[in-house]
C-alpha cells in the first residue's frame, strides 16, 4: 500500500516562529507537492519537487520555502510564522509515469 | 487558462438519490481529470478518473461524464449513502501544465439517511 507519511498532525505556534512540516514517502515516487487547504478556496500549490535538490513554485509560495535533501523527504519551511498561515498542509507524492496523487493526512496548523 | 471551476460549493442528497458535481476547465491542454473523495481528517483520495477520448466512465456507484466541446465534466454518484458523505475534489493535469495538478474548490456532500 502507498504510504505518504506527514509526522505533525497538529501543531500550534507563535507569530514569528519558524516552523518546519515534515514528510515522508515510501513510494519511491519522484515527485512531490506541499498544498494548502482552506475552506472554499480547495487545494492551493506552494511548491512541488520534481527530484532531489530540485524545487519549483507554485501557486501560493510566498512566505514558503522548501527542502528535499532525500527522494522520500520533502519538508514544508515557514520562514516566519504568522496568523494567516492558520491552515491544512496536504503532502503529496506522484510517480514519474502516472498523474494519481496520492496525499498524505494532513498537518493542522495554527498560529497564535 | 489554468483553472477548474467546481460547483456547487456544498450539496445535500437523500439516500438513495442522486449526486451530481459539475466541473469545467479552460485549457484544452489538459489530458487527465480525476476526481478525489476526501473524509474529514484525512488527505484526499483518488476515487475515479477519465482522459478525454472517453465520454463516460464508470466504477461502481461512481460515473464521470465528459463532454470535451464543452470544457466540461461531472461526477454522478448514484444510489448515494451516507457513507459517502465527504469533500470531492475534481481536478486536471497534463499538456502544458506536465504534471501539475489544479484542483477544483470542492464540493461537501452530505447524503442524509
Known amino acids: 500500500d502507498v504510504k505518504v507519511t506527514q509526522s505533525s498532525r497538529y501543531l500550534v505556534k507563535r507569530t514569528g516562529e519558524k516552523v518546519f512540516l515534515e514528510c515522508v514517502q515510501d513510494?519511491?515516487?519522484?515527485?512531490m507537492f506541499w498544498y494548502r487547504q482552506d475552506p472554499g478556496l480547495g487545494l492551493r500549490l506552494i511548491y512541488f519537487s520534481y527530484d532531489v535538490k530540485m524545487k519549483e513554485k507554485g501557486d501560493i509560495p510566498e512566505g514558503y520555502s522548501v527542502s528535499r535533501e532525500k527522494k522520500e523527504r520533502f519538508s514544508l519551511i515557514l520562514e516566519s510564522a504568522s496568523t494567516n498561515q492558520t491552515s491544512m498542509y496536504l503532502c503529496a507524492g506522484q510517480g514519474a509515469t502516472g498523474n494519481t496523487i496520492y496525499f498524505g493526512e494532513g498537518s493542522w496548523l495554527t498560529v497564535v | 487558462q489554468q483553472q477548474v471551476k467546481q460547483s456547487p460549493q456544498s450539496l445535500i442528497v437523500q439516500k438513495g438519490g442522486i449526486s451530481i458535481i459539475n466541473c469545467a476547465y479552460e485549457?484544452?491542454?489538459?489530458?487527465?481529470f480525476p476526481w478525489y473523495q476526501q473524509f474529514p481528517g484525512k488527505g484526499p483520495a483518488l476515487l475515479i478518473a477519465?482522459?478525454?477520448?472517453?465520454s463516460e466512465k464508470k466504477e461502481g456507484r461512481f460515473t464521470i461524464s465528459f463532454n470535451k466541446s464543452a470544457k466540461q465534466f461531472s461526477l454522478h454518484i448514484m444510489d448515494s449513502q451516507p457513507g459517502d458523505s465527504a469533500t470531492y475534489f475534481c481536478?486536471?493535469?497534463?499538456?502544458?501544465?506536465?504534471?501539475?495538478?489544479?484542483f477544483g474548490a470542492g464540493t461537501r456532500l452530505f447524503v442524509k439517511a
Open positions: 513510494m519511491d515516487h519522484e515527485n
Open positions: 481536478a486536471a493535469s497534463g499538456g502544458t501544465g506536465g504534471f501539475k495538478t489544479i
Open positions: 477519465i482522459r478525454p477520448d472517453v
Open positions: 485549457n484544452t491542454a489538459f489530458d487527465y
